[in-house]
């Protein structure tokens, strides 16, 4: 109780503080006011994890209790048609999970011939990143990390190396489209950048990470990798793979797949058919997981409410709205505006020196912090920087991989590092230390970040 109180002391006097510190540098009291409510919601996650949704709601009362922000603000800041487009997608993965289609693809890849300790982390790498950006990096995780879990009891190694090779990959991989992390399609609904963006732009950066981050960790787990093939030759991988995977339902699985590939062909063409149209930007895009979700709940109607009740997960989407408000209030308030101005006054006229900036402040920031949290407190201030006639593309795709990349460098940097040290502890009883995460996750995070900066810097098709 003692720690509680000193915790939540400690946080009311860091957002009193950062608010003062705005009042003293110039701001008015709204501006400062919203400075330090979006400062205590985002250090809350950091001291009171399981409470941050009550301190979201709290804020947010404040901001509307003190004419900070107005009712009908709070409703044009909550990024509604980001939190529908998260619950599509959420019913949809309810399906693929429920028609076994993650256990059937990952029997295909690990039923490969000749399976060896090198071969299996080529796998695990490309088939990660490959997972978490057609689904999410939350349900890519999941299910690679049972299987990792599975194979490596079998052949009596230690799993640690490869769930940790893992959950890199994923990370990498969710920043390749815009459906592989919640960061991806906030920063397409609030920049208008297209599914087709992220593919040629976003999709090339990150496979060229992940090919240099394979090279790292074969070489950085090359002992467990050797050890591994070792117990493969010993106990004979094949057999045990045909007798560890069984394949699910045909029909089932069919349908599941076909509506998924219809889904994805639907918004990969979704700026073309709103351009067609005549529609706004991204409205194809938010709603055909809408209507494909619609569509799963009418054929699965005995399930439909499993897939909203159990499936959508409402305390995060809850916990993302009022966070988008409250980082809405720092744009109507003007206080973005205000930092971005400062900023500018730091880096001067050397773009190349705010892209470099906003890319390195958003990884290392979301090495401690949820990224989503991070992206979230960004957004408005990239948006302020379009009021002072700056190209913004080159700032979102930074603060696209910044926030992605960054989660690799420490145990708590995203939200699939955290589910996969869950399930380790939880299904093996095994942890994994602050130290051995850190000096691998840090030489892959800086490593990657900073090949994304050369290219940022020196390509001028991402400008």
Not at 219 to 247: C, H, P, T
Not at 254 to 275: A, C, N, Y
Request: charged residues 10%.
């Amino acid at each position: 109780m003692k720690s509680l109180s000193i915790k939540l002391l400690s946080l009311f006097l860091l957002a009193f503080s950062l608010g003062a510190c705005a009042s003293f540098s110039g701001m008015n009291a709204h501006q400062a006011l919203s400075i330090g409510i979006f400062s205590a919601s985002i250090l809350g996650t950091l001291f009171f994890w399981d409470f941050r949704l009550s301190f979201a709601f709290i804020g947010t009362s404040v901001l509307l209790m003190t004419k900070t922000i107005d009712l009908e603000h709070v409703i044009e800041f909550s990024s509604l048609e980001v939190i529908l487009f998260l619950v599509g997608m959420m019913v949809i993965i309810g399906l693929l999970k429920d028609s076994g289609v993650f256990a059937w693809i990952v029997s295909l890849i690990l039923r490969i011939p000749k399976l060896s300790g090198k071969k299996f982390t080529l796998f695990i790498v490309f088939f990660s990143a490959l997972l978490a950006c057609t689904v999410d990096e939350v349900t890519s995780i999941i299910f690679m990390v049972t299987a990792i879990l599975e194979i490596c009891d079998y052949f009596e190694v230690n799993p640690i190396p490869f769930v940790i090779i893992s959950v890199l990959a994923t990370n990498i991989g969710s920043a390749a489209t815009v459906l592989g992390n919640p960061i991806g399609i906030l920063i397409a609904s609030k920049s208008g950048l297209t599914f087709e963006d992220f593919i040629t732009k976003a999709f090339p950066l990150a496979l060229l990470c992940l090919v240099v981050t394979t090279f790292i960790l074969l070489f950085w787990y090359r002992k467990s990798i050797k050890f591994l093939d070792g117990q493969m030759e010993r106990l004979g991988a094949n057999e045990m793979l045909v007798r560890l995977i069984s394949v699910p339902p045909e029909k089932n699985l069919k349908i599941s797949l076909g509506i998924f590939g219809l889904m994805l062909f639907f918004i990969s063409l979704h700026h073309r058919m709103e351009v067609a149209w005549q529609l706004p930007a991204n409205t194809v895009l938010l709603v055909v997981p809408l209507v494909t979700s619609g569509m799963v709940m009418i054929w699965k109607h005995r399930k439909a409410r499993k897939y909203i009740e159990k499936d959508v997960e409402w305390w995060t989407l809850l916990f993302f709205l009022l966070l988008f408000v409250q980082a809405g209030t720092l744009k109507y308030t003007g206080a973005t505006v205000f930092i971005a101005k400062h900023m500018l006054a730091v880096t001067g006229s050397n773009f190349n020196f705010l892209t470099t900036a906003i890319l390195w402040i958003s990884a290392i920031g979301s090495s401690v912090l949820d990224n989503v949290v991070l992206v979230a407190a960004f957004i408005p201030v990239v948006q302020g920087f379009g009021s002072l006639n700056i190209n913004l593309q080159p700032l979102w795709w930074a603060l696209l991989f910044g926030g992605c990349l960054g989660g690799n460098i420490t145990l708590i940097g995203s939200t699939a590092n955290i589910v996969a040290i869950g399930i380790l502890e939880k299904e093996k009883r095994l942890k994994i230390s602050f130290l051995e995460w850190f000096w691998v996750g840090a030489t892959v995070g800086l490593i990657t970040t900073l090949i994304v900066m050369l290219a940022l810097i020196f390509l001028p098709f991402y400008r």
